[in-house]
């Protein structure tokens, strides 16, 4: 795993990121921003990262998936986060690299912030991610460790899922509801199942401090 030390660099990522957790109907991190318990008073989670543009340092990260195992013992806020990232094994070694550097929070920026809220970095490996998008579905599977699938939720106006815009969730400012349909995770001693639980869609526009 690269330095845990922040370490400033020029990254972009723009594209998908979406997640299925054991919190009940919806996430209460997006609206309280970390401050208020998680419906089961831990988070367990994946999230699957799409990214349709993207560089670090001049290596394009275009293309690439990333897959997180996330374990939150309390408030999202109060951190001691557990982390495994499985990084698409298409990268070449300057993007995985990269990609490790964005997600451990020590490139700065964007999720800079993770070099405070994880603790610990349970594992980092290639995989193959393989992410689906497909209308309101997605769905991310990394062999038998991560097999996903959710479903964002009707809303009111004919094809416009349930929205929460215009927060200042560290994600990004519109997070779209949806729900696991089928979801199992069997890794690092973790055996979880997110079926029926809430589940969150977002476009992401992160980058690096300039």
């Known amino acids: 795993m690269p330095n845990r030390e922040m370490t400033p660099a020029?990254?972009?990522i723009k594209g998908e990121l979406f997640l299925n957790c054991s919190c009940d109907v919806f996430c209460p991190c997006v609206v309280s921003l970390g401050a208020h318990l998680p419906t089961e008073g831990h988070c367990h989670a994946w999230m699957g990262i799409v990214i349709d543009e993207g560089h670090f340092e001049g290596e394009d990260l275009a293309g690439l998936n990333?897959?997180?195992?996330?374990?939150?013992?309390?408030?999202?806020?109060?951190?001691?986060w557990k982390v495994a990232a499985y990084v698409d094994d298409r990268a070449s070694?300057?993007?995985?690299?990269?990609?490790?550097?964005i997600f451990s929070g020590a490139a700065g920026g964007t999720t800079g912030l993770f070099?405070?809220?994880?603790?610990?970095i349970i594992g980092a490996?290639?995989?193959?991610?393989?992410?689906?998008?497909?209308?309101?579905?997605?769905?991310?599977n990394i062999g038998r460790k991560i097999n996903g699938e959710i479903?964002?939720?009707?809303?009111?106006?004919?094809g416009e899922p349930v929205t929460i815009t215009n927060s200042k969730y560290w994600m990004?400012?519109?997070?779209?509801?949806?729900?696991?349909?089928?979801?199992?995770v069997r890794d690092y001693g973790r055996v979880w199942d997110f079926g029926g639980k809430?589940?969150?869609?977002?476009?992401?526009?992160?980058?690096g401090a300039r």
């Open 198 to 207: 809430s589940a969150e869609v977002c476009a992401i526009d992160w980058q």
């Open 125 to 140: 490996e290639r995989a193959p991610v393989e992410i689906i998008r497909d209308g309101n579905r997605r769905v991310i």
């Open 115 to 120: 070099t405070m809220l994880v603790s610990e």
């Open 10 to 12: 020029d990254w972009a």
């Open 172 to 184: 990004g400012p519109n997070i779209v509801a949806a729900r696991g349909v089928k979801s199992k």
């Open 66 to 80: 990333v897959g997180l195992l996330v374990d939150i013992p309390g408030r999202m806020g109060e951190g001691n």
């Open 93 to 101: 070694e300057a993007a995985y690299d990269g990609l490790l550097q």
């Open 151 to 158: 479903e964002m939720l009707a809303g009111a106006e004919p």
